[in-house]
């Protein structure tokens, strides 16, 4: 669970605010993030009703249809209007979120995993090979996982005679593969390596760019946009988190699988799988679609993703791919 603490200094109150955040992260075992608002603009962006502003997973429990802008902020609480909400009102908000998110993504791993089917060892080793030969930027063959792999390439081929989601070029080889392409979709999200700058392809949805680092073992610079305004969106995630999302606010629009992926996963999962800067643009776009659509938090999108792999890949996750022991 991410917590973020938004304040600008003219208004103190948010010193109060920040000590009782601190009292509940420390009893609940949470980290808080603290941002500095120092212009309108900012503000907007952020999702700023005034000082201090508490995000949760992005998300502001205590809106009340308070305007964004650099004003001193009133919470409602027991005692009367206050300029921070109580210990006991920041428990229970922090709690209840804890409660909802065990209880959806429990049920959302579940389809996911039937969706996705099972691999056993030698295919998620092949799976994991695809994924890291795409990522360096050319088409992946048959024989080019067979070497790195270790397995036989008549095994290779007969794996991949059975997965759906695989793309090729003209000469058969890999192109496309489970979430990762060489070449952009639409919508297009952009996969650069963050610590060496080069890229490393492009995700099929806005979870894929989630849970890709995990199978690749990298951290990514991304690269999106809403799926109904346009607006840029950029993010940074790694095996184990994602951080500088902007604008912070930032959602995924996401759907619980109903029946295992086949070859049309590109339309009838990852087109509904999108990003949107704001809860009011997913619900603009969502309450178009003709399906059963939900929006989750980058943070929670996240964490279904890294229960989802690791459930699928188990210990494969863990060596170097080159290691044909793995």
């Known amino acids: ?159 991949f005679t059975d997965w759906p989601g695989v793309f090729r070029d003209a000469n058969g080889a890999i192109v496309g593969f489970w979430g990762l392409a060489l070449g952009p979709l639409d919508p297009r999200y952009a996969l650069v390596d963050h610590d060496t700058g080069e890229p490393v392809g492009y995700a099929w949805c806005a979870w894929d760019t989630l849970f890709l680092p995990a199978l690749l073992g990298r951290t990514l610079d991304i690269t999106a946009a809403d799926g109904h305004s346009g607006q840029p969106i950029t993010l940074t995630a790694g095996p184990d988190g994602v951080r500088d999302v902007t604008p912070a606010a930032t959602l995924v629009s996401f759907l619980a699988p109903l029946e295992p992926w086949g070859p049309d996963i590109l339309t009838t999962f990852c087109h509904e799988v999108l990003f949107f800067t704001d809860v009011t643009a997913a619900d603009a776009w969502m309450d178009d679609r003709d399906r059963e659509l939900f929006a989750l938090s980058v943070q929670e999108a996240f964490d279904v993703g890294r229960r989802w792999t690791s459930e699928r890949y188990g210990d494969a996750l863990l060596p170097s791919f080159a290691n044909p022991d793995v």
């Open 1 to 159: 669970m991410w917590i973020e603490l938004l304040y600008f200094d003219d208004c103190p109150s948010w010193a109060t605010a920040d000590e009782r955040l601190e009292q509940v992260a420390g009893t609940l075992g949470l980290r808080i993030e603290r941002r500095l608002i120092t212009t309108p603009e900012e503000a907007e962006e952020a999702g700023f009703r005034g000082s201090p502003t508490i995000l949760i997973d992005g998300d502001d429990p205590f809106a009340a249809g308070e305007p964004f802008g650099l004003a001193c902020r009133i919470y409602q609480t027991p005692d009367g209007p206050a300029g921070s909400p109580t210990v006991e009102q920041l428990t229970a908000v922090i709690e209840d979120r804890q409660e909802r998110l065990e209880g959806s993504a429990d049920a959302l791993v579940d389809a996911l995993r039937v969706a996705g089917g099972r691999l056993d060892a030698d295919q998620r080793r092949t799976a994991l090979a695809t994924y890291r030969l795409l990522a360096e930027g050319g088409p992946v063959t048959h024989r080019a996982i067979a070497e790195v792999t270790g397995l036989a390439e008549d095994t290779i081929v007969g794996h």
